[in-house]
């Protein structure tokens, strides 16, 4: 999906390969996660680790 058409979607979404890695995704789920779009692409959710310790979920 071209960037500009995926990242005008105001609601995070992401797609994944049949392995279960990210291929993509747009910058509403960037935000959502805290993390880069590199930093996401090729990972796992189990990778990812669980939700609390992804940084916008972190206390500092």
């Known amino acids: 999906m071209p960037d500009g058409l995926l990242n005008a979607i105001p609601t995070p979404v992401f797609y994944k ?3 279960g890695r990210f291929v993509d995704c747009n910058t509403a789920y960037e935000i ?3 993390l880069t ?3 996401i ?3 796992t959710a189990v990778e990812l680790g669980p939700i ?3 940084p ?3 206390e500092t």
């Open 52 to 54: 609390g310790q992804l």
């Open 41 to 43: 692409i090729g990972l």
């Open 37 to 39: 779009r590199e930093e």
């Open 56 to 58: 916008e979920h972190r």
């Open 17 to 19: 390969d049949r392995e």
């Open 32 to 34: 959502h996660l805290g």
